[in-house]
């Protein structure tokens, strides 16, 4: 199930107030929306340290990840080597259990009732990792499982 418009939104809200707070965030920045909150993120001075789901080695950087490499405030990390040269899905769930591992809270837009993302969130907080979220309808599940709800 894809991400509802509702979300989108606020999440793209949530990025700007972030990148406003000066907050640093650490994420895989794969996903379009992500992507998109990432060139938001770009327009501040907080540190981003992003994780590619493959390894560093002859890894093609973005036109748009020159500045805030620059400025030293944009960190490339990877739990993977020179071997893993591109994402999969296996690669992905990886890094992102290392994200979570970095992280002190993790937000999650959306977790479809029964999918992976759910069985994600629900293992975190099963290590004590705080799960934050937006207020909808459509994370009632999240929500329920003691997700706490970011206000924005």
């Not at 290590?127 to 909808?136: E, P, R």
Request: proline fraction near 6%; hydrophobic fraction near 40%; glycine fraction near 6%.
């Amino acid at each position: 199930m894809r991400c509802p418009g509702e979300l989108i939104i606020k999440t793209y809200d949530l990025a700007n107030s972030l990148r406003e707070a000066d907050v640093p965030v650490i994420g895989g920045f794969h996903s379009p929306i992500e992507k998109e909150c990432l060139t938001l993120l770009f327009r501040g001075t907080q540190p981003v340290v992003i994780c590619p789901a493959r390894g560093l080695e002859d890894m093609r950087i973005p036109a748009t990840w020159h500045k805030p490499l620059a400025e030293g405030r944009l960190l490339l990390l990877s739990p993977f080597g020179e071997k893993q040269r591109r994402a999969t899905a296996d690669t992905a769930a990886i890094r992102n259990e290392f994200v979570a591992t970095l992280a002190d809270k993790i937000f999650i837009a959306h977790a479809a009732p029964e999918s992976k993302t759910e069985h994600f969130c629900r293992n975190l907080m099963a290590t004590g990792k705080q799960i934050l979220t937006l207020d909808s309808n459509h994370n009632a599940n999240l929500i329920s499982m003691g997700a706490h709800i970011i206000q924005l």
